[in-house]
């Protein structure tokens, strides 16, 4: 079964290879070319050729392709029964040099193609471009100094013709030179498509500063040759081929002694270079100033040396001075001189440079100049300029210091001179004018800011008595010597510090300073002095900056502490220190305050200022609301026309008065003293207060006062109208009813007694958190509330019988005992 198989596959294999055999024979591949001529003139359509084929029947040719159905369209054509190749119009060699196309011969029986070939038709290029320079024209600068061999410029042609026959081939050569001069000759090398132009001889830019050259460039086309041509301007830039040569010179020659940053004389050249170029700019050099007493300098515009005197000379040292200038220009010497134009070759030339012989004997030569000096008076000089002297700070006025000494050295105006304090800031020294002798005026104090690095100068002058008196400047430097004459004082920042109020102990650190140098100053010794043990102390001792420390026993407010401070040597003083002790967990910005405080600035003023402003403001505000209108209530017929205010509000408000009546008080069977000092130096008088409506002073007045004005915290407020209520209507009860001064001075004496206890020097009571004594629910006793008792000595029962109902309501709460 599987050689049949086999077998079968093998024959279908042979069948298929020979029907292939069989197509393939029927397409003979023949490729057919032709060439055809650009630009030909016509006349249209002619016959380029035609394609034969041998068949035995009738078929139709096709022709496709560049030229007939593809760019360049409608060029060629066929004869679909002859295969005659026919043109129809001219065709570019530049735009296209090949026409590919495809023919094919189709059998007119059955439409099948029979025969495909591939046909080539050639362009046959023609000479219709001439060569072109790019760019059209050419500029080129050149150095006079060029040597001959030069290359000068390269330039470029091109033909669109093609390359490889003679239309496309061309010569660049030089036509012409403008002008013609016997010093240079201009040839051209070519490469292919370029020209390098070169020269012979010897530029020199005083026969022609600029050459025209006239390059063509000529293709060797078989019936036509076409040409173009191009400029080539060859500018000649003028070198220093000309030695500058000296003329003369003007000005003075001559400087007075001093004299500095003068003009002495100008030196003046000459140079055939053209004016303004490198070559001809001058360089001047001065011979024989090692001292550089002078300078020279070229005038950008004459070319002149400028010669200058640049340091002070001495009459007496040297009368005249010789200098020699030399001169030459910005850029080398260089010059060509033709000898012989050869035909073959370059030409026989001379060519000089600076380091020639003969140009190195011209540029050596000097211009010798004498600068002459003339005498002026000179000014007398200390001698030595500066003098020092140490002394011991504190001397006795009058102490001799030094002796100035000064000399003229001037021959020809020699005089006499005198002596001259200048500058002394703190006026401590005198100086004699004849001698010399220089002594203390004042006490010297080394801590003075007058000194610095323990030295201090006095500037110090010598006159001498010419026309015009001329002056020489000294300076005497007097060091002083430390004494043990300052304390050790405290810092600014130190004199008020604050701590912390603690379970444990707390610290602050104070530093000390001395203007004493060690070693009477640092370290130093603190001792507290007064009864401070238990509660504050120092370490560590001795030191600079040392920790104050409070114990546990000192409680917050504010105490003035007595520190003895000694330096090294056991010399100081007594100082204070206001120590603040405060709660930092309800206070945090303590120890900003202290920073605020010690350091006062623009920023804390604007903010005190911004706090009174506003407060201002707040008072205004109550003020209108003090004026509004207020619902009064109505006494009954039976009622006194006293009464007390409802209040809804912590303390009473004092947005409204109490009636006159209520305030007025007969205080004349009282024997207490009128003025009260604690009034007085708050200066409070009984008008200040809010209850005052035209009675008299009284004691009595200038506690509730003395209350209102210390009333700062929330506690100590709500305590002293507590008393304040008391108070004012006992007074008021026995104004119009009773004259129990006994009853009165119980409750003065227990409002002084608040009061007191309201004054401890050592709390500060805006640091405590509001008291809680009851809760809301059961009543809690506690025997620290301050209570108010009213002594039952001496007492009329009958007070309260016409007590108006809100009083007796007070007085139940206070003696529920006596209103049973």
Known sequence: MKIWTFMLLL??????VSAYSKIRQK????????????????????????????????VNFQLSGSGVDMEPTGVLSIDSKTGEVLVHKKIDFEAFQVLKLKFEAK???????????????????????????????????????????????????????????NNGTFEIRLVSVTPKTDNVEFYIKQ???TGSIYFKGCLDYEKAQKYTLLVEAKDKGDKVQLSSTSTVDVNIVDQ?????????????????????????????????????????????TLHGDPDNYFKIQTDPKTNEGILTVIKAMDYEQQTSRNVSISVENEVPYFSCKVKNPTSNGLWDVEILTEKSSIIKAKASQLYNATIAVEDIN????????????????????????????????????????????????????????????????????????????????VTVYVVDNAEPPLTGTGMVVIYLVDQNDNVPLLQKASENV?????????????????????????????????????????????????????EKSVLSGRYMLSIQILDNQGI????????????????????????????PSLSAIGIIMFAFLLLLVFLLMALLLSCKPQNAMIPSDDAPDWYLINSNIETPGTDCKLPSKMLQMDMSENNLKTSNPVEAQNGISSKDLPFHNGFESSSEQQIIRRSLRRSSTRRSYRQIINYDAMQSMSRKYSTYHLNDLHMREALLTQLDHSLLQLQNPQEELGDYKPRCYAEEGELEEDHRLETLSIPETDFDLDIFTYSDIQFNKLASVCRPDLMS
């Not at 630009?39 to 041998?54: A, M």
């Not at 081929?241 to 020659?253: A, D, K, M, R, S």
């Not at 003229?408 to 005198?430: C, L, Q």
């Not at 109020?501 to 007064?530: K, R």
């Open 378 to 457: 000179d000014p007398p000089e200390f001698v030595p300029p500066v003098k020092e002297k140490m002394i011991m700070e504190n001397a006795k006025v009058g102490t001799y210091l030094v002796t100035l000494t000064a000399r003229d050295t001037d021959s020809s105006f020699a005089s006499s001179f005198y002596f001259v304090k200048g500058e002394d800031k703190a006026n401590w020294v005198n100086v004699d004018s004849k001698t010399g002798q220089v002594t203390t005026a004042k006490v010297l104090d080394r801590e003075s800011p007058f000194v610095e690095n323990n030295a201090y100068n």
């Open 11 to 16: 024959t279908l294999c042979a069948v298929a």
């Open 240 to 284: 220093n081929n000309h030695l500058p040569e000296f003329t003369g010179h003007t000005g003075p020659g001559k400087i007075k002694e001093r004299e500095s940053e003068v003009e002495v004389l100008r030196v003046q050249i000459k140079d055939k270079d053209t004016e303004g170029s490198p070559a001809w700019k001058a360089k001047f």
């Open 572 to 599: 100081g003083s007594v100082q204070n220190v206001s120590v603040t002790v405060c709660d930092c967990s309800i206070t945090p910005n303590c120890h900003v305050q202290r920073s605020v405080s010690a350091q």
């Open 191 to 193: 490469n292919d498509d």
């Open 27 to 58: 397409r003979t591949w023949i490729i057919d070319s032709f060439t055809i001529e650009e630009e030909s003139p016509g006349p249209f359509p002619y016959v380029l050729g035609t394609i034969h084929i041998e068949k035995k029947y009738l």
């Open 107 to 165: 059998n007119v029986s059955n439409d099948k193609v029979d025969t495909r070939l591939g046909v080539e038709v050639k362009v046959q290029d023609i000479n219709d471009h001439a060569p072109v320079f790019k760019p059209p024209s050419y500029k080129k600068d050149i150095n006079e100094s060029e040597t001959q061999g030069k290359l000068i410029l390269t330039v470029f042609a091109s033909d669109d013709d093609d390359a490889s026959t």
């Open 498 to 550: 604050y701590v912390c109020l603690s379970d444990e102990e707390t610290m602050t650190n104070i530093t000390a300073e001395d203007l004493d140098l060690p070693p009477y100053s640092e370290p130093y010794h603190y001792e507290l002095l007064g009864d401070v043990k238990g509660n504050w102390r120092i370490e560590p001792n001795p030191g600079t900056t040392v920790n104050l420390i409070r």
